[in-house]
């Protein structure tokens, strides 16, 4: 089954604690990035990727880092997490060419509450 | 810089009624992608349509449709025979081609009223 799966779903933990939220997918595709959904804001992109060993951005990178060693997964690092990186986490990928080229899929989501 | 509105923060629908969930958009590109992404209780993300914007046909997904009226940048989506279990929040989505974030609107919570 084509997928997009993250892990962990759900995480709580405190202020300056080292986490990695990771994504894989299945599908072979080129582009992947990172969305934080907050309330009244929307869904923000963090960082995306185009390849591996191309990562670049978003919107809202700061306190974010990611690497893309492989096509298939692209983990988001939060070296020093704080309150406000409490949020509604989301990893998409895309290919950019064929029949649903730039259509993002999205993984479940994990919902991150730092205290 | 390319934004998306969706001017109906709820509606409400009666089971196996219509709905239509406004969408409009704001760009000079003349190629695009549009979708229409549900986000049921659950918080998933999942693609309901998707329009290329060089395609004239209206996109339909069984009992999903869009009406795609792109000199007014305009881009609806219509729910038949409506079930409880399209009840979510709705998102209005554009992307340009290649490698560009997709743009958001804020969303409508659809309610499906038994």
């Known amino acids: 089954e084509a997928q997009v799966t993250q892990n962990p779903r759900y995480l709580i933990t405190v202020t300056g604690k080292k986490l990695t939220v990771t994504c894989s997918q299945n599908?072979?595709?080129?582009?992947m990035s990172w969305y934080r959904q907050d309330p009244g804001l929307g869904l923000r992109q963090i960082y995306y990727?185009?390849?591996?060993?191309?990562?670049d951005k978003g919107d809202v990178p700061e306190g974010y880092k990611v690497s893309r060693k492989e096509k298939r997964n692209f983990p988001l690092i939060l070296e020093s997490p704080s309150p406000n990186q409490t949020s509604l986490y989301f990893c998409?990928?895309?290919?950019?060419?064929?029949?649903?080229?730039?259509?993002?899929?999205f993984g479940p989501g994990t919902r991150l509450t730092v205290l | 810089a390319q934004t998306v509105t969706q001017s109906q923060p709820e509606m409400s629908v009666q089971e196996a009624e219509t709905v239509t969930l406004s969408c409009t958009y704001d760009?000079?590109?003349?190629?695009?992608?549009l979708f229409w992404y549900k986000q049921p209780p659950s918080r998933q993300m999942i693609l309901v349509i998707r329009?290329?914007?060089?395609?004239?046909q209206n996109a339909t997904e069984n009992r999903f449709s869009v009406n795609f009226q792109k000199a007014a940048k305009s881009f609806s989506l219509k729910i038949s025979d409506s079930q409880l279990g399209d009840a979510a929040m709705y998102f209005c989505?554009?992307?340009?081609?290649?490698?560009?974030?997709?743009?958001f609107g804020k969303g409508t919570r659809l309610s499906v009223i038994a």
């Open positions: 998409a990928s895309t290919a950019l060419g064929g029949l649903d080229a730039d259509t993002q899929y």
């Open positions: 989505a554009y992307k340009t081609k290649g490698n560009t974030p997709l743009v």
């Open positions: 599908m072979n595709h080129e582009y």
């Open positions: 760009t000079s590109e003349s190629d695009y992608y």
């Open positions: 990727s185009m390849n591996v060993e191309v990562t």
């Open positions: 329009q290329e914007a060089y395609k004239q």
